[in-house]
């Protein structure tokens, strides 16, 4: 969820035309998400010093499905025209891949790599890291083949096909959240629903950038339940719209509840279930097909919103299960873990 804006878990680091490194505050695990439509396999990963020095790992990544869910849909959903919204589900956001940043000395800078899938020892499939930026949990990092549209030094008419394209992925880190402290706003949040899974959605107030609730760490047992019990006892779960179909439907709830000298964390359940229960604040497993079930979207007007994945493995992941538009002095931040 949340942390005091002077101690995110990760920042982007001081750029300039070779070198635009992310910085740790500390270890983490990482989430990575491909979010281009352009056609084929990329390799993506994090390059520990954006030299070449040191190899860099990579994961084999697909494209984003067509219409998958964007900042843009959303807000078309909000003003009436769902039709977008609506063909988003199931439509998977691109390949994914979890991995550990280990940081024995703290800050630590990790540079977004990405190469054309080949020779390994073919330095012309590099891709150039043209463009970051960063809304809350998430890092989306935008790639070329060459800044300038042409082909590499030694003239491989192999990647010819690949001139002029761009390839855009997102880093995801601890932790999606709101923070509201000290600011006027509106007094209301929308939830997105498309009925097909019903997924009801809390903020919990959490003590500190740790997300401790009730003296339960993240990585306690028993933590998402405790973070259920806080939000209802708070009064901020949320149900989806009661007669959310396929055709989707939209509702919007006070907000008038929340302490603005409070953060608080994000909590879900899916159809009702307790067990089910999952939270912003904890780290995915870095077993094969883990991922994180929030990814963060930047909408106009400096207001945010949280897309939740109902499912905990990859076989989805198109976040659109539910959506959380956040009123305007609720931010979207990451956490030191």
Do not use: C, H
């Not at 959303?74 to 998977?92: F, T, V």
Request: proline share 7%; charged share 15%.
């Amino acid at each position: 969820m949340v942390t005091s804006p002077e101690s995110p878990l990760v920042t982007i680091g001081r750029q300039s035309d070779v070198y635009r490194p992310l910085v740790f505050s500390g270890s983490t695990v990482i989430s990575g998400l491909r979010t281009d439509t352009v056609g084929g396999t990329i390799e993506v990963g994090l390059d520990p010093d954006g030299r070449g020095g040191v190899p860099a790992t990579y994961f084999t990544v697909d494209p984003v499905s067509p219409g998958a869910l964007t900042s843009a849909a959303i807000e078309s959903a909000l003003a009436g025209a769902r039709s977008a919204w609506r063909s988003s589900l199931g439509r998977q956001q691109g390949g994914s891949f979890v991995m550990d940043v280990r940081a024995s000395t703290v800050p630590v800078e990790m540079f977004p790599a990405a190469r054309i899938p080949g020779d390994p020892t073919d330095s012309s499939r590099d891709l150039t890291l043209t463009w970051l930026s960063q809304v809350g949990n998430t890092v989306t990092a935008e790639f070329s083949l060459a800044p300038k549209g042409v082909l590499p030094s030694n003239g491989n008419k192999a990647l010819s096909p690949y001139l002029g394209k761009t390839w855009t992925v997102s880093y995801m880190v601890p932790t999606t959240g709101s923070d509201g402290r000290g600011q006027a706003s509106e007094k209301s949040l929308s939830l997105l629903s498309l009925g097909t899974t019903r997924v009801a959605v809390g903020f919990y107030p959490v003590s500190n950038v740790s997300g401790v609730v009730n003296g339960l760490m993240p990585t306690d047992p028993g933590y998402a339940a405790a973070a259920s019990v806080a939000a209802q006892a708070a009064g901020l779960i949320f149900n989806p719209p009661a007669r959310a179909t396929a055709a989707g439907a939209v509702r919007t709830v006070s907000a008038g509840r929340f302490d603005p000298a409070v953060s608080y964390g994000i909590v879900f359940t899916v159809g009702g279930n307790p067990a089910t229960a999952a939270t912003s604040y904890q780290r995915p497993g870095t077993a094969a097909g883990s991922q994180y079930r929030f990814r963060a979207f930047a909408l106009s007007g400096g207001r945010s919103a949280v897309g939740i994945e109902a499912s905990p493995t990859v076989t989805s992941r198109d976040f659109a299960d539910l959506v959380v538009t956040l009123p305007t002095n609720a931010r979207v931040r990451s956490r030191v873990g």
